[in-house]
């Protein structure tokens, strides 16, 4: 990795980029990982690398329904496991959630050394090597472990493809997506949308569900029936106008 001095400007972001890099070489992240940070830089630049107060609203309502759950499960990807792999771990823990790996370029390969690195990071169990059950999708997506996505009723999927969550929400689940895109499939399809970079949005999320996991369960209950997640994402896109208005006034002199 190289050394990103902490007092460069773009220090956050260019440790990121040297994140997923490091991922792709690892053999966790996938090649098309690194497309895919690249789309989401841009959006994050568009909000203005910042959790904006929908996105918070909208990190709050998720906690709540990640708190309530029966069987709440944190899906990994190749880029969540180089970027936050110690927030998942810390967010699995304080909600009491399961991880469990899930690949679109699915290896056997790429599981294995997902686990094992989230394993160094914290995590006793992680599901996903033994696939027991199948999604009705055509790629490999489809392959979950019957204890974990396959009968969960909160799910947490951060980066998703809409393919999967479209086929979960149809299942009747709860779906948490965090992706800086509001406008992608995934967004408008979720049950609730953070439209937050994943690295902000853990570290958010496993902050919230310690404060409010000493909340009363009234409380959580009114937070997930009260949000509306139409509103929460057209409010996303308005914030973004909003910063670009600003970035323009700017530039005007
Ligand atoms: O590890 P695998 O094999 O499961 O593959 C994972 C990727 C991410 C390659 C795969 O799911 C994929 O191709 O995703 P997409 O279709 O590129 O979608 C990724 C979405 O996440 C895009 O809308 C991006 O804007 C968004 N995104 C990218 N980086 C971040 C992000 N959202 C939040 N935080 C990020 N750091």
């Keep these: 990795m190289t050394d990103i001095p902490q007092d460069h400007p773009r220090y ?8 997923v890099a490091a991922g792709v070489k690892m053999g966790i992240t996938s090649i098309q990982g690194l497309i895919a940070q690249g789309r989401g830089e841009s959006f994050d630049y568009l909000i203005g690398e910042r959790s904006t107060e929908s996105a918070l609203y909208a990190e709050r309502a998720a906690v709540a329904a990640l708190l309530l759950a029966e069987n709440p499960v944190i899906s990994v990807n190749g880029n969540v496991a180089a970027l936050a792999p110690d927030k998942v771990v810390s967010l699995a823990g304080v909600t009491g959630a399961k991880i469990e790996v899930n690949l679109f370029h699915r290896t056997d390969t790429r599981v294995h050394l997902i686990i094992e690195h989230l394993k160094a990071h914290g995590a006793s169990e992680v599901l996903g090597k033994n696939p027991d059950a199948s999604l009705e999708l055509s790629h490999d997506r489809r392959l979950v472990s019957s ?32 992706d800086l895109n509001p406008m992608s499939r995934t967004s408008r399809t979720a049950t609730i949308s953070i439209v937050d970079n994943v690295t902000r949005a853990l570290e958010n999320m496993a902050k919230f569900s310690r404060e409010m996991k000493k909340e009363r369960k009234e409380e959580l209950v009114k937070l997930i029936t009260t949000y509306d997640n139409k509103m929460t994402l057209s409010e996303a896109i308005s914030e973004i106008q909003e910063h670009l208005k600003t970035m323009v006034a700017e530039v005007e002199y």
């Excluded at 956050?12 to 994140?19: D, H, N, Q, Y």
């Design 12 to 19: 956050e972001s260019l440790l990121a980029r040297e994140k």
């Design 147 to 178: 204890k974990g996505i396959y009968t969960a009723d909160v799910v947490l999927v951060p980066l998703e493809d809409g393919d999967r969550c479209e086929k979960l929400v149809e299942m009747g689940k709860t779906v948490i997506t965090i």
